[in-house]
């Protein structure tokens, strides 16, 4: 990909295990795919940004890096057992979004979307970005957050063939190809620490 609006080339999007997601998901895995430094990134940028309302993570799982729960926290993911073991949700909601990308919520619904360490598995990422922007509420703000680490048989072949800086430019891109978010916001979250880094995108919905 050569810079942020560019198209994306055949095959970016493909993925060398092609099996159903709700196959690959159904064992229960309660475990966290960053470690505690990054995870407290998470937290952080979760907290500095004021996600306090009505929220909805995306591609969830048993936990959320809130630091205080917000308002309300509904979780969406593939695994209905590790929704439901997630101490902060307020309600959870299994859907894959790699076959139907349009959210199961009303327009206007949530004050902020987040998405941690999972949009690497997305093979329609605009479109489920552009209904992002529907089911956020006027100055909503969507936050997706990333590592380096991942399932890579079930990551896109675009995400496994570049680095955390051309990962960054991948998501901005994906942001403005939905048009609908202002101009992203672009960060890496923990410079100079060891361990997991954590980079960030996010943006307000136009």
């Not at 895995?29 to 909805?56: F, W």
């Not at 439901?84 to 199961?104: F, G, I, Q, W």
Request: glycine share 8%.
């Amino acid at each position: 990909m050569d810079r942020p609006g560019a198209a994306f080339p055949p095959g970016f999007f493909d993925r060398f295990d092609d099996q159903p997601d709700g196959d690959f998901y159904a064992p229960l895995r309660l475990v966290t795919h960053i470690d505690d430094g990054a995870i407290e990134a998470v937290g952080g940028l979760y907290e500095r940004l004021g996600l306090r309302g009505d929220v909805l993570d995306l591609m969830s799982s048993w936990v959320s890096h809130f630091r205080t729960a917000p308002a309300s926290l509904t979780v969406l993911g593939m695994n209905a057992t590790e929704l439901a073991r997630n101490p902060m949700a307020t309600a959870a909601v299994v859907h894959d979004l790699n076959v139907e990308p349009r959210l199961p919520f009303d327009d206007g619904s949530f004050d902020a979307v987040t998405c941690c360490v999972s949009v690497d598995y997305l093979v329609r990422p605009v479109e489920v970005f552009a209904d992002v922007a529907r089911v956020l509420r006027p100055d909503g703000r969507f936050v997706v957050t990333f590592s380096n680490r991942c399932f890579p048989t079930k990551a896109i072949r675009g995400w496994l063939a570049t680095d955390d800086g051309g990962r960054l430019a991948i998501v901005r891109a994906y942001f403005e190809q939905a048009a609908a978010f202002a101009t992203p916001s672009v960060e890496h979250c923990n410079p100079g620490v060891p361990g997991d880094p954590l980079y960030a995108v996010w943006a307000v919905r136009a």
